[in-house]
């Protein structure tokens, strides 16, 4: 295995930890953020620190998955967009098995779907940079033969 293929896995893996953390951090934070609620430990919204470090965690280790997946199979950007939206569903399935009718987890279930479709695009896309270009064959020894494409006998 050589050290470009390393370095292209390795980045696909930390581009999801860093896209997942981000997203996940946002996406528990926002709806702590808005929360109006009041109980004996405060207000919703004094909650926001504890969520967003939650969701980053939360959203890391998403992402760590996604990357791990588009970096075994080498997932160019849609594959890498099915993996992520593929992983997003079974976030989304397992979140709603348990929310009952809280909104606040809906939403982070629903939300993780596209969230996650983005982070497996961005990690795929990303580690697809590095990806060797195909080589062109352009040696004249080779071409030289090689009738020029006609239209019509044009």
Known sequence: MSARLILQKLVAVLVGLVS?????????????????????????????????????????????????????????????????????????????????NDWEILIVAFGSIPLSAIVGLLSATVSGLLRPKRQSVTDESTTENIPKPTVFGL
């Open 20 to 100: 997942g953390a981000l997203f996940g951090a946002a996406l528990f934070g926002i709806p702590t953020y808005m929360d109006t609620s009041s109980g004996f430990l405060g207000t919703g919204r004094s909650w926001t620190p504890l969520a967003v470090l939650a969701g980053s965690i939360c959203g890391g280790i998403t992402g760590i998955v996604i990357g791990v997946i588009v970096a075994i199979v080498g997932a160019r950007k849609f594959y890498g967009a099915l993996a992520g939206f593929v992983v997003g569903l079974c976030v989304a399935v397992y979140l709603r098995a348990n929310a009952g």
